[in-house]
């Protein structure tokens, strides 16, 4: 059975600090997505990786397959980035499997 | 047309009673996929559907089924409601099976069984 574990489970930081979610899987997998959700419930896809680094605006995600780890980084964190950060793994053609996500407020 | 949608929003249903939960996806997405949030909880991955047919299958009894049309749009039905089905249903639709191929997730459907 494929595992997810993502730390810290809540965050709370000042407007402006560096944030980093971190996000540890127990098998191999084909991709690894940061989600981010809003109070709504609604699911936006950030980076899908399966190996490196991606960077997006103020995001950064990198995934080390080695050691079946990946994290998410958000540079100069603002309120609007408050919601919770998800990490989810794929493996071969199956559906993803969920980490309880990571719960961010940013204060300003 | 983009996005996935995905109708009702909200839902209330009676313990016993069967629902249907819909989902529309972007044209050339012919792969669903179809997860039940619990509050407080990650997604948990229900099926998978590839050119309408189950291609994939998490730990959830036989009374979740599926189905999904050329048209791009899906179902999941759910029969013989539970207290514990109470969760948001999300589905996420994608362009084939490959590794490369990125989901795009709907805002869900809230079902409360009562």
């Known amino acids: 059975k494929n595992e997810v574990e993502q730390s810290p489970q809540n965050l709370t930081a000042q407007e402006g600090e560096f944030i980093t979610i971190n996000c540890s899987y127990s098998?191999?997998?084909?991709?690894l997505h940061w989600l981010q959700q809003h109070p709504g419930g609604g699911i936006v896809s950030l980076f899908m990786l399966s190996s490196g680094k991606k960077k997006h605006g103020r995001l950064i995600a990198t995934i080390n397959i080695q050691e079946k780890h990946s994290s998410l980084h958000i540079t100069a964190s603002h309120p609007r980035d408050s919601a919770v950060y998800i990490c989810?793994?794929?493996?071969?053609?199956?559906?993803?499997?969920f980490g309880k996500g990571t719960h961010l407020i940013i204060q300003p | 047309e983009t996005g996935v949608t995905q109708s009702p929003t909200h839902l209330i249903k009676t313990r016993g009673q069967q629902v249907t939960l819909r989902c529309s996806s972007q044209?050339?997405?012919?792969?669903v996929s179809w997860y039940q949030q619990a509050l407080g909880q990650g997604p948990q991955f229900i099926f998978q559907y590839y050119r309408e047919e189950e291609n994939g299958r998490g730990n959830f009894p036989p009374r979740f089924s599926g189905l999904q049309f050329p048209n791009y749009s899906s179902e999941l039905n759910v029969n013989a409601l539970e207290l514990d089905d109470s969760a948001l249903y999300l589905c996420?639709?994608?362009?084939?099976?490959?590794?490369?191929?990125?989901?795009?997730f709907g805002s869900g459907t809230r079902l409360t069984v009562v």
């Open positions: 989810a793994v794929r493996v071969g053609a199956d559906g993803l499997t």
């Open positions: 996420a639709s994608r362009t084939g099976t490959g590794v490369g191929y990125g989901y795009t």
């Open positions: 098998v191999g997998i084909s991709a």
């Open positions: 044209s050339g997405h012919n792969t």
